[in-house]
């Protein structure tokens, strides 16, 4: 069973919205209720305070209890006309003296002195709570005492309130459905600038990747998205780029060698050989394919590199007797270039923490390249130093040197500064590209500086740094 499609932003915004206006329009409602049955109760408790003055300065007229059981028309009167109210008069003794119906409320107690005046807070709730009584006693001409029982009926007051729940509801559901088309209204219209943004990525492709956010015309909530929506486009138009490059860059590396195999292998069976000129084809084939093979490893290199699946093994490494390793190695090739290479470091040797073997790579093809390009007789300098913490590997070579405008590209995949050296070996433009690919795998950057024919690689490992005397 699958699960239901997730709501939109717009309709949980809505639905939030709409939760937010019922509980505000239920409480308003609340309030408003109560508010009203509190003043109609007030009303009913200040009608009964008047009657019971009325009723004690009429009592108070009476010649005595008698009097009043005598002709009670006369009290009963000062009730009558005000619908829902009703009047008990008992003696002390419990005889009824007057009431305005058989259904009129019994004593009730406690009652307010004679000698103090009724206040609010001595009203009660009748039975069932249908009616507010005010019990209390009074006082005729002859000072006998009279116990007095005023009530006042709610059903008039409820029914009002009952006709008020309704329209109370009704106005709750219209308004909740007024404030949720509304919420969803302005939640649509506020929510239109990421329309745009959805707009915008779907026109993207590999063919289009230079439409931009204008970032200034979208919301400040929205406008950090654009920034980073816009950001990512560059990265993607500079990675295309440089696959495309790459990819046409890679053809035609190897369709030169590969176009050389097939003509020699063409030339070769076209008439009878002899071993020996067969064997001859079968060596320049076997160079042209080792030339093959290191390129596409360097190239698989560098795609495990770029996807982080190389494993970087750091270990404490000796630069002395490393770089002095690279120097022996490099001797006989530099020595058939007609330059010589040397070691030169600070008396305080920093040791760094690097893979060793992909340490040893990138110094050699550093080493490698700067031999290549400079002049016969000059030297290549392996030196070392350390600053603002980090550890250093410089290489530095005297030749033709490289253009200001093109020191950028020195790193990139199958870039040579010299167009014309496409042929020699090595010379595939990938090493300077592995070079940098070895620094970033250990959080480190490799630079360069070139003037006047003064070219100098250096690579800087942010590793922490352990001086130490360095061994003569």
């Known amino acids: 069973m699958t699960a239901g499609r997730p709501l939109s932003i717009t309709a ?33 408790d200040a009608e009964l ?5 009325v009723l004690r300065h009429v009592l108070a007229r009476q010649a005595s209890p008698a009097a009043i059981a005598a002709s009670p028309a006369a009290v009963i009167n000062t009730v009558l006309g005000q619908p829902g109210l009703a009047l008990r008069i008992d003696a002390q003794d419990g005889q009824l003296l007057a009431s305005t119906a058989s259904s009129a409320p019994s004593a009730a107690s406690p009652r307010v002195p004679a000698v103090r005046m009724p206040v609010g807070k001595d009203i009660r709730d009748g039975s069932a709570g249908s009616s507010r009584v005010l019990a209390m006693l009074a006082r005729t001409a002859d000072a006998g005492v009279v116990r007095v029982t005023l009530s006042r009926q709610r059903s008039d007051r409820l029914a009002i309130l009952r006709r008020y729940v309704p329209d109370l509801l009704a106005a709750l559901l219209a308004g909740t459905l007024v404030a949720t088309g509304l919420g969803y209204w302005a939640v649509r219209r506020g929510l239109a600038p990421l329309r745009l943004v959805i707009g915008k990525a779907d026109e993207i492709s590999t063919n289009r990747l230079r439409g931009r956010l204008q970032v200034d015309e979208v919301p400040a909530e929205l406008r950090q998205l654009g920034q980073a929506f816009n950001a990512m486009l560059d990265r993607l138009e500079e990675g295309v780029q440089r696959l495309s490059g790459f990819a046409a860059d890679l053809a035609h590396d190897l369709r030169t060698p590969i176009n050389t195999l097939l003509v020699e292998t063409q030339v070769m069976l ?32 560098l795609a495990r590199a770029d ?34 290479v040397a070691l030169r470091h600070t008396e305080m040797l920093p040791t760094l923490e690097a893979d060793p073997i992909l340490f040893q790579r990138a110094v050699s093809n550093l080493v490698s390249n700067a031999i290549r390009h400079s002049r016969a007789g000059s030297t290549v300098v392996i030196g070392t130093g350390s600053g603002a913490g980090a550890a250093l590997v410089t290489v530095t070579n005297d030749g033709d040197g490289i253009a200001a405008d093109k020191l950028h590209l ?20 990938l090493g300077l590209a592995i070079v940098r690919a070895i620094m970033h795998l250990h959080g480190g950057e490799a630079g360069v500086h070139s003037s006047d024919g003064h070219t100098r690689f250096e690579l800087r490992f942010p590793a922490p740094l352990v001086l130490k005397a360095s061994l003569h």
Not at 12 to 21: D, P
Not at 278 to 301: D, V
């Open 307 to 340: 996807s982080a699946q190389l494993a970087v093994r750091p270990e404490r490494l000796d630069l002395a007797r490393e770089l002095g390793r690279i120097v022996d190695y490099f001797e006989g090739v530099a020595e058939e270039a007609g330059v010589a």
């Open 12 to 44: 949980r915004l809505a639905i939030a919205f709409a939760a937010i206006a019922v509980a505000c329009f239920c409480a308003v409602g609340l309030y408003l209720y109560d508010a009203l049955h509190r003043q109609m109760s007030g009303r009913d």
């Open 49 to 53: 305070l008047n009657r019971a003055a």
């Open 410 to 429: 020195v790193f990139e995949r199958y870039y040579r500064s010299d167009p014309s050296r496409t042929g020699v070996p090595d010379g595939a433009g």
């Open 270 to 301: 076209s008439r009878p050989r002899t071993p020996e000129q067969y064997e001859a084809a079968l060596a320049s084939n076997t160079e042209e394919y080792e030339r093959i093979g290191r390129m596409i490893e360097n190239t698989l290199f």
